[in-house]
């Protein structure tokens, strides 16, 4: 078991220190029926996306053919990519389980948000905020 909440999302895989599925909106409607017992007559249905936002950060690494700067920028641009495809699968893998709970990502239009500071330069770190929108 891992004390670290996994991230996988499309080919990218990340770690997360704070993960957050929102609730499904739900949208209610009334409507009047002339042939019902009660005049009124309510209708229930899911008028968007759960939003799941997720907080964590890319680590470059050193290798053979690659310093971990340059890691880091090529990890953060596959990220811009995968959150922009149209359509995307996400695995959350949380701390201390052994099965990843799936999503389909779909429709996003918020780029990730990067943020950068001087005590995770030495170590090639990023952090990064990403909102994607999940079908249920």
């Known amino acids: 078991m891992s004390d670290v909440t996994v991230v996988v999302l499309g080919t990218l895989r990340f770690s997360a220190t704070s993960v957050e599925v929102g609730s499904l909106p739900r949208t209610i409607g009334v409507a009047c029926n002339a042939l019902s017992p009660k005049p009124l007559q309510t209708t229930d249905f899911t008028s968007g996306y759960r939003p799941i936002t997720i907080e964590g950060y890319l680590r470059g690494l050193d290798t053979q053919l690659e310093?971990?700067?340059?890691?880091?920028?090529?990890?953060?641009?596959?990220?811009?990519?995968?959150?922009?495809?149209?359509?995307?699968?996400?695995?959350?893998?949380?701390?201390?389980?052994?099965?990843?709970?799936?999503?389909?990502?779909?429709?996003?239009?918020?780029?990730?948000?990067f943020k950068h500071d001087a005590s995770s330069e030495a170590i090639h770190r990023l952090f990064v905020t990403v909102t994607l929108n999940c079908l249920p």
């Open 67 to 113: 310093t971990a700067a340059a890691h880091l920028v090529r990890l953060k641009a596959n990220l811009k990519s995968e959150v922009a495809k149209d359509t995307n699968t996400l695995e959350i893998l949380w701390a201390g389980t052994t099965v990843p709970e799936s999503f389909d990502v779909y429709k996003n239009n918020d780029e990730p948000v």
